[in-house]
């Protein structure tokens, strides 16, 4: 099992598109990415340039190219702008599973966007890439994004301690968890 898709899949919500993010959506990812509060939890410092967000976007094309992930840029039915993006990345294809990673444009926190979004992932997730466990891991402190994973059915399985090295500091991560017999009760 890998992430192996001849066309790019364009997911579709009641009020979103998810779609390929191109160098086009430079100046949008950046507009958000260099936002301190959306940036809080992201593991990377606020982007200062438009090339940092082509470094973003190049690293998407990266993951998918080497079949280890997907990044889909989050929109506004009827709208072009990417307001955000969601994704798998960190595939182990031989137990399939892979984390989940997002985020959202402060403008449009709090408005179900996110969570729209992500079911309509784990969905495509669990149906079309046939993965059996989706992982998400998330800062003790970033209650929105637990509270976020919550309510699509994740799982808190524990406390990773000093999982991750990111912004000149050593981060504690809980590890949450959905599997796909789960996700068809829920």
């Not at 994740?154 to 090295?165: A, P, Q, V």
Request: charge should be negative.
């Amino acid at each position: 099992m890998s992430i192996d898709i001849e066309t790019f899949p364009v997911l579709e919500t009641d009020r979103l598109v998810l779609r390929k993010v191109i160098k086009e959506d430079a100046h949008s990812i950046f507009k958000y990415l260099s936002d301190e509060e959306v940036m809080r939890y992201y593991g990377l410092e606020p982007f200062q340039t438009v090339d940092d967000a082509l470094s973003e976007i190049s690293w998407y094309e990266t993951i998918q190219n080497s079949k280890t992930g997907i990044r889909w840029g989050i929109t506004l039915k009827g709208e072009g702008e990417v307001i955000g993006s969601c994704g798998f990345h960190n595939t182990v294809s031989q137990h399939y599973r892979a984390e989940i990673g997002f985020e959202l444009s402060k403008e449009y926190w709090g408005k179900g966007i996110a969570s729209e979004a992500i079911k309509a992932m784990i969905s495509f997730g669990f149906e079309q890439i046939n993965l059996n466990r989706i992982e998400a891991l998330i800062e003790q402190q970033n209650f929105p994004s637990q509270k976020l994973v919550e309510k699509q059915g994740f799982i808190r399985e524990g406390l990773l301690r000093s999982y991750e090295f990111t912004r000149g500091k050593f981060d504690d991560l809980y590890m949450y968890s959905l599997l796909k017999k789960d996700f068809i009760i829920f």
